[in-house]
Structures are given as C-alpha cells and as structure tokens.
C-alpha cells in the first residue's frame, strides 16, 4: 500500500508550475495511530516491523490501528481535503493532527515545529492564537448565546470582554448570522448552528483551520450553499485548511488536493483530477467513476502540442476545468489556445476531446 | 420465556448440566431442611460462630472519639469544629427567619430585632413563584404559606427551612466536588461507587448513631446526618452529568487552548448544568425527607413536633406538622423544577422581564421589614385566629376506632393469620444454610461465580453476625410488601400506559408520593390499624409502591410503535398484546422498577420501627437509643445487604435479559 501511494505523492506537486510557490505548513511522516490495550507494546510491534507491522502483527497482540503510517503534506493556503468512509480512520487522522489523539508513533510538524516534542502548555499557546477547529455536530455550548460562543475562545486567553465580544461580533457578520448574536444556540438551525461553529473556529485568526465533517450533519441543500460560503470565506482569508469529509463530491467541489483513506492507509494523494485520470487502484477507481469527468479535467490534461501557425478562438489558462470551457469550445470553429499566466502558449484543446469528454460523462 | 427454550435448543450440549445443576440445588434444600432438625449448626447460625464485629466498631468509635490525635488537635477537636463552622450559617438563618435577635446597646437597654416577618417572606416566595412558574405555582406558594400561619406551623416551618437552607448548599456542593474527582480519576470513581452503593442502601437510621457518638445531640449533628444522607446521590449525578458531556465540547474545549480550570468551570460544569439540576432537585428532596429523622438527633422545628406527637399517639397534632412538612416539601420541589425550567427557557418567554429579581426580592423583605418593626403587633399572626384541627383529627381517629374497629380488625386480623404469620414462620424456619447456599447457585447462574460469592458471601455475613432471625423478619415483612406493591405498582402502570392522560395523571400522583417524607405514611396507618407487622406492611406499600407504577408505565411506552404494529398486524388480540407483546417486552424495565421498590421498602422498613417490628430495622432503632454504634452498623449493614443482595440478582437477571433482546 505504502509503495504505492509514493508515485501519487510524487505526481501531486507537477502542476504547481504557475501557481505561487507554497510552502509546507503541517507535514506528517510515519504517523500510527493504534487502539487497544497498551501503547507502548504497539510501539514496539511498530519499531519491531521497520516502521510497517502487516495487520496480522498488531492483530495478534490484540491491536487495530486507524491511521497506519501516514505520511501528508499540507501546504500554507490550500484547501487538503481527506476523504473515506466510515471506519476508514479519516476522524481519528485530524485528530492526531491536532493532537485531540496522541500518535502511536511518527513526527508531525506544524510551522516548522515538532508538535510532538511539545509540553502541554505549549500546546496551549499553539491552539490559542495558531488552530481553530469545526465539528460536525457543532460542539457549540448550549448556556452560551451565540455571541458568547464566538467570544469563547478569545475570553480564555484573558481577552477583556468587550474587546472580545467587539471581535466576535465582527466574524458573526462574517458568516452572515448578525441580528441573532443574543440567540441561544437550541433556537437555530442546523446550518445557522455551524455557521456560529465557523466563526468560533475563526474568531481567533488561527492559521490552520481543520474541519471535521462540518457540513455531513446538514441536509444537502443547506449543505450545498455552506460549501459555497466556505469557498467564498476561504477566497477572503486564505487559511491553511484540513477538510474531513466521507462525501466525494464535496470533496472534489472544495480540495485543491485530496487524500483517499481506506482501513487506515492513505491510498493515493492529489488533485481531483489526478484521482480520476490515475486512479492508483480499484478503490479510488471505483470511487471516481462515478465523477462527470468534465468537472475535473483541466485543459492541462487535454491539451495536446500546438499545432504550428494555428488560429485559436480564444485563450483558456491551464488549470481551467473543461465544464467552464466546454460550451466555448463545441461552439467554436477551432480549437481554443492554452496560455500560461505569463501568456506563453502551452498547447490547444480541440473541438473533438471537449466532445469525447462531454460523451463520456453521458 | 421463547427466548431461553430457542436458546437451550441451539445449544443442546446445554441443557443437561443446567437442569441437573437445579435437580442438585433442590435435593440440598430438603437434605439440609430434614438435616436442620437434628445439625444444630445448619439451623442456627449462632452455634457456628458469631463474630463480635459490633463490639470492635463500638470500640473504635470510642477511640476516634475520646483517644485519636493528630499531634496538634484530636479528631474530638476536628469534628468540634466541623460542628462549630456549620452553626454559623444555621445560627443566621434561624436568627432571620425564627428567632430575631436581641442587640445589647450597653448598660440595660437592648433592640431586640424580630425576625423577618410572614408576610415579608410571603410576599418574596410568592414573587418568586410567579416569575418562575406562573400562576399556578403561585397559588401553591399562597397556599401552603399561608397554611402554616393560619395553623400555628409557621415557626417550627422556619426551624427545619433554616437547616434545609444550610444542608443543601453543603451538600450540593460536598456532591459535586466529590464527583468531580471521581470524573476526573478513574481510581477514585472505582473507589467511591461501592461505597455509595452501600450509603444508598444503608438505612437513614444506621447513620445516626455514630453521628450522635461523634457530633453529640442537637440541630448541628442532625444537620450534619442530613448531609451525609443526601449528598450521595448529587455525586452520582455529577459522575453521570459530567460523563455525559459530548466528547465533541471536550474536544473544542482543547481546541480552543483550555487550561484543565477553564475545561472545569466555563466547559463541563456549564454545559452539564441541566442534569446537575436534577441532583440539586434529590439533594432537596431528601434533606427534606430527613426532616423527622434528624429530629431523633436534636433537630427542632417540624420534625420534632412530628416525631413527638406519634411517640404521644397524637394523631392530630401529627397530621398537622405532617402536613406542613409535606407542603413544604412540594413547594420547594416544585420551585427547584421551576426554576430550572425557567433557566432553560430562552430570555423572551420570561416573566417580569428588565425586573431585577434579586433587587425586587430585597426590596419587598426590607420595606416590609420596616413594616413590621414599626408596627410589631403586625408581624407576628395573632395567636386568636390561628386554626387548630387536632381535635377534629383525634375525633375522627376515635370515631373510626368505635364504629369501623371491628371491620378494620378483621381485615387486619384475616391477613395477618392467613398470609403474614405463616409467612414469617416459613422464613423462620428456613436454615441458613440452605438460603445462602440457594442465593449462591441463583447468582452463579445469573452473573457467574464472581456473582455467587459475593451474594454468599452477604449472606454468610448477616448469619454470621447474629442477625439472621432478624434478617428473615425484615425480609419477610418486606417481601410481602414488595410484592404487594409491585402487583398494585404494575396495575397502576398497565393503566397508566394506555393514554397520555392516564400517564400524565400517574406521573403527578407518584411524583407527590416520592415528595412525601417516608414518614408521614405512618400516621394515617397507624391512626386506621395501631401498631404492628401490620401497619408497617401498609405504609411500606404505600411508600414503596412509586417506582414500580413508573417503571412499568415508561418500559410498556418506550415499546417501539413498530413493534407493536407487527404484533397487530399478526392478528394479536388484545389480550395476547398484553401477554405475548408488551409484557415481555417491557419485563426488563419492570424489573428494574421492583428492583427498586424493594430498595424503598427497606428504607420505610427501617422506619416502621417506630410503629413495633421485630426486624433489622427494630435492631437499628435500639442502637439509636442507646448510643451504640456498632450494634446500629453491623444491623444497618445487614438491611443494606439484603438490598444489594436482591439488586445484583435482579440487575444480572435485566442485563441477561437486555441482552437477549439486544436492546440497551
């Protein structure tokens, strides 16, 4: 398993050519999480395998492990997204990422600093004023007005009142829910609930914002519009983001990359698009074939050299997806012109792959 | 039933040690019954051994009480002092609301400031009432108040307020703080949960003596009873209450950088709010039901014009103290649950809004005051239009006694020599050994060979430490009970489950029967039936009877609606509903709330003492007279342990049985 999702790992950075350089800001190597009776015996079945007991190892001693040897990098401003199902061990990766979970073993590094290797009081400070979290059922507190609630975490860190409640009044507007700040959290819906979950989360500016699952408990219409307003809200601040979600499409409508988890491994990493053309196996195949391609494809992948002395009917930039310039290019007599940011000429997409792809999600 | 039978058939290696495992235990049972003729020590526990365990704990009260030191201060000085920190409180508020206070102003002249008067705190409990609950519950403040004035209760009422005011903050808080602890490490909850279990089931009496031994008489020592007695369950609740805590909020909580303080008090304790009311709510209640029994320790007030008028046989005087306690009691219940309500309900809906409450309340008792200390001959009700009932009370009982005796007695009379008296020979004449060696095989089979020592074990030690024919007095008395309140308590709840108007109506009813203190059952039973097995048999029922109404009524409700439709769709009548569908169906929740009446039983058991048992609980009763602790544990720990005896079986059995059902 492991070998497998290095080629992916590897492929995932390629199309970074004219996006701004990036840097790591969460990273993770070798991380285990293991339940069962002792700890420190799954570590030693952990050193005692090189690093990757089989299943069979752990389970004879009575152990199951939900995150084996994950291995991610997380870069400053993108949306990551990891998906699975239930039981794939998405949940309790996020949290040995946040340290909610002490990992069995691994390193993780946050901003250039071994979380691991920090002391409780450190931790702290770090998730004070660098992380803020979103939970799938809201985890908002019920004696709090809404108000209270986004001031919360500002007040712990001895924020006086009103400076407080001033901030938190800014990012209730933020998520559109002003007017109901003297609200009871029982007198809103679910949506509103997660809209109030948001702004806490932001309210003290952290850097990484991991959300667990925070739209799964809404109903799909409702779920559709907060995946929208996140997009919006991502656009304006830019924060480093972990995104939980067992839901694919969500997945593919909001992740800059994605990482697939099955029973605990990471199967494959990369962009949607990546997932859907390089399938690294079954699994992730089986996932993404349900995916109208046009949605994920980018002229990248379609374009194919230019033809020499060509005449284009337009210009489209290389991460554009096909579904946006779909209708341009079947209504245009020839083909369409792929330029970089800087305008170099990469390539073109002709009239006939536009087609094949449109047929193809049909 | 189907269940087991379909089990045996699957596993049909199965059948034969079970069967022959209980063919075994009955042949020992009459072996050891014909034995018990001949082998004294099969027959009479006594003849083995009697190990002197009361003797040792009297002793070692003794010496906490008159030798052990710390160095600096003796334990006499700590408990001293306990003692004196609680009076300062009590002093207060008996000084507000009883007895006023006289200010010495040098020389001979003194101001002597009366204490709050009635209509102040009329005025203030009634505004209260009406912001939190409306209308209704005011009328029900108006009510009661103004019974205790109109028929002379109201001071001994301000007596027991006073100690209640002082026992439930302590013990809400000594509550809490213990189940803080206990949430917090793993070790510490395992530690404490035996030990409530055993101060739960322990009767209130058994904590007295060593109580009295170690505090002395007087209103401190039976406040200080009341709080060991209702604190225990405040700290189940916050175990519970906190446990109950999403992991997703506890997980936010770290998110959010809180240090192990804030995760307490801005977290946890808040958002647990709701059910740690719920323990506030017990702790209330049962200072209060403690109320007659901490005046057996010197508590002044209602409980002691209860307990003195009964030991008269004053049933008049009684039933009115009585009375006033009981309002009481459901005043301050219904005000606690109306202010959690009120504290749930969001800001909108409330009443008296942009009103300071607190500012109101203060302002009504200071102006009123003054009233009152400038116009004394206001503030104290005159004595000329105060009401007395007695006599029309004690008339009555005198008239029931002349023209309904011969019918009463003869009810009584037929129960008593067709139904109790054999009983209790039979129980009598059980050896000891077959009882505990058929207690032995019943919880091995139920919860494994754990189980069956423990229970042995139990009653092994009540055997062992000359309590037995006692013992089988107690369990007689209370078996006989119990299961009359579970037939009337399962009637009721059958009833009770056919509409939510029925429901509704049994709820209202057992809710106020669980208000009542334990004993003011005994006065009207002992007006109708004077002393007795008998008597203590009927106000055990009536007691006891609550919780297997409830239990029965919530287990045939909670039946999901689907499968009660299966059960019609396969053309089940009504009847076979019943028998085929619901009761089995609800038959682990039912147990569960016989499980409980036979721990109520046992707590009323204790008490009828007073109304001439000869049982465990007449054993405890004496202890208290006569100040000896250890007689007063080792009896107190033997009803105890018939409870827990009864409640690890019949929890086995319900888990067994859920099990089965795969239903949690």
């Not at chain 1, 408990?217 to 519009?225: Q, T």
């Not at chain 2, 429901?503 to 002393?531: E, N």
């Amino acid at each position: 398993m492991n070998d497998v999702s290095q080629p992916a790992d590897a492929a995932a950075p390629a199309p970074a050519s004219d996006d701004p350089v990036r840097e790591t800001k969460l990273s993770c190597r070798g991380l285990w999480k293991v339940f069962g009776a002792d700890e420190a015996q799954a570590k030693d079945v952990i050193r005692q395998n090189g690093g990757a007991p089989g299943r069979e190892a752990l389970e004879e001693q009575g152990l199951t492990a939900a995150v084996r040897d994950a291995n991610i990098e997380v870069q400053t401003g993108e949306i990551f997204v990891i998906m699975g199902l239930s039981g794939s061990g998405k949940s309790t990766l996020i949290r040995c990422l946040s340290l909610l979970l002490q990992p069995t073993s691994g390193e993780l590094i946050f901003d250039g600093r071994d979380l691991l290797g920090c002391t409780d009081d450190e931790l702290i400070e770090i998730r004070r004023h660098k992380m803020g979290m979103v939970f799938q059922h809201f985890a908002l507190l019920p004696h709090l007005t809404v108000l209270g609630n986004v001031a919360f975490p500002l007040e712990i860190q001895g924020i006086p009142r009103a400076e407080a409640e001033e901030r938190a009044a800014r990012m209730i507007e933020l998520v559109g829910l002003d007017g109901r700040e003297r609200d009871y959290p029982s007198g809103l819906s679910g949506g509103q609930q997660q809209r109030v979950g948001i702004a806490r989360s932001l309210a003290t500016e952290p850097e990484l914002w991991l959300l667990d699952e925070p739209f799964s408990a809404l109903d799909p219409l409702i779920r559709r519009e907060m995946q929208d307003e996140f997009l919006k809200l991502q656009k304006m601040l830019n924060k480093t983001i972990v995104f939980i979600t067992h839901d694919f499409d969500e997945a593919i409508r909001l992740a800059d990359r994605i990482a697939i988890m099955h029973s605990g491994d990471i199967v494959q990493v990369g962009t949607p698009e990546d997932l859907v053309v390089r399938p690294v196996d079954d699994y992730v195949r089986e996932f993404t074939s349900d995916v109208s391609r046009a949605k994920v494809l980018s002229a990248r992948t379609l374009m194919r050299p230019a033809d020499e002395g060509a005449t284009f009917a337009g210009d489209i930039a290389p991460n554009a997806r096909v579904i946006d310039f779909a209708a341009q290019a079947v209504e245009a007599a020839q083909p369409l012109a792929v330029r970089s940011r800087s305008g170099q000429l990469l390539g073109q997409v002709d009239r006939e792959a536009v087609i094949r792809v449109l047929a193809e999600a049909q | 039933m189907s269940l087991t039978d379909s089990d045996t058939r699957t596993l049909p290696t199965g059948i034969a040690p079970i069967r022959i495992v209980w063919v075994a235990t009955l042949a020992a049972l009459v072996l050891l019954w014909m034995l018990a003729q001949n082998v004294e020590w099969i027959a009479d526990p006594e003849s083995v051994v009697t190990i002197p365990l009361a003797g040792w704990i009297s002793d070692a009260v003794k010496w906490l009480a008159n030798d052990l030191t710390f160095g600096l201060f003796t334990f006499k000085d700590l408990t001293r002092a306990l003692a004196w920190l609680l009076e300062i409180p009590l002093t207060v508020f008996i000084t507000l609301l009883s007895s006023g206070a006289e200010i010495p102003l040098g020389g001979e002249s003194s101001l002597t400031l009366p204490p709050i008067p009635w209509f102040s705190i009329l005025l203030a409990v009634t505004w209260l009432c009406w912001v939190w609950g409306g209308r209704r519950l005011l009328l029900l403040a108006a009510a009661s108040l103004v019974y205790l004035v109109v028929f002379g209760q109201w001071e001994s009422a301000m007596v027991t307020l006073s100690s209640i005011l002082v026992a439930v903050p302590v013990g809400v808080a000594g509550g809490m703080a213990l189940g803080i602890w206990a949430y917090r490490s793993e070790r510490v909850s395992r530690g404490l949960t035996p030990v409530l279990d055993l101060m739960q089931t322990v009767p209130i009496f058994a904590y007295l003596v060593p109580v009295l031994v170690l505090f002395g008489f007087g209103p401190v020592s039976a406040m200080i009873a009341t709080v060991i007695y209702a604190m225990p369950p405040m700290v189940r609740v916050t175990m519970m209450a906190l446990r109950g805590v999403s992991p997703e909020l506890l997980e936010f909580g770290r998110m959010a950088g809180c240090t192990r303080r804030q995760m307490l008090w801005r977290i946890l304790l808040p958002s647990a709010r709701p059910s740690l009311m719920i323990g506030v709510n017990q702790v209330i209640m049962l200072s209060l039901n403690m109320v007659i029994i901490a005046s057996m320790i010197g508590a002044g007030g209602l409980g002691y014009d209860v307990l003195a008028s009964l030991r008269r046989l004053e049933i008049g005087d009684g039933l009115q103290a009585g009375l006033a306690i009981t309002l009481l009691a459901i005043l301050i219940d219904r005000m606690s649950q109306a202010y959690i309500a009120y504290r749930e309900s969001p800001t909108a809906t409330r009443r008296a809004q942009g009103v300071n409450n607190w500012a109101m309340i203060g302002g009504l008792v200071l102006v009123s005051y003054v009233v009152g200390f400038v116009f004394p001959s206001l503030s104290t009700y005159p004595e000329a239009l105060t009401l007395d009932t007695s006599p029309f009370w004690d008339e009555l009982v005198r008239l029931i006694n002349v023209h309904l005796y011969t019918y009463l007695d003869a009810v009584k009379n037929t129960l008593l020599i067709y139904l109790l008296v054999p009983v209790k020979r039979f129980m009598l004449d059980v050896p000891w050994l077959a009882v505990t060696l058929l207690l032995g095989v019943v919880g091995w089979r139920l919860g494994g060979l754990r189980m069956a020592l423990v229970v042995a074990a139990m009653a092994a030690f009540i055997a062992l430490t000359g309590n037995w024919q006692k013992a089988m007095v107690s369990v007689y008395l209370c078996g006989i009970s119990v299961i009359i309140a579970s037939l009337i308590g399962i009637g009721w709840g059958l009833i009770a489950a056919r509409s939510e108007r029925a429901y509704k109506i049994a709820v209202t009813s057992v809710d106020t029967l669980q208000t009542l203190p334990s004993f003011v059952y005994l006065i009207p039973v002992v007006m109708l039936f004077q002393v007795g097995d008998f008597s203590a048999m009927i106000a055990i029922v009536l007691y006891a009877l609550a919780p297997a109404v409830r239990y029965t009524a919530h287990g045939l409700r909670r039946i999901p609606s689907e499968t009660l439709e299966a059960g019609r769709m396969s053309g089940c009548r009504p009847r076979q509903m019943l028998w085929r569908v619901r009761l089995p169906l609800a038959l682990p929740e039912i147990a569960l709330g016989v499980n409980q009446t036979i721990m109520m039983a046992l707590s009323m058991l204790v008490i009828t003492a007073l109304v001439g048992t000869s049982d465990l609980g007449q054993e405890v009763y004496i202890a208290l007279t006569r100040s000896s602790v250890g007689h007063g544990i080792v009896a107190g720990v033997c009803v105890a342990f018939i409870g827990m005896i009864a409640d690890r079986l019949i929890t086995a059995w319900v888990a067994r049985r859920k099990k089965q059902f795969r239903i949690n």
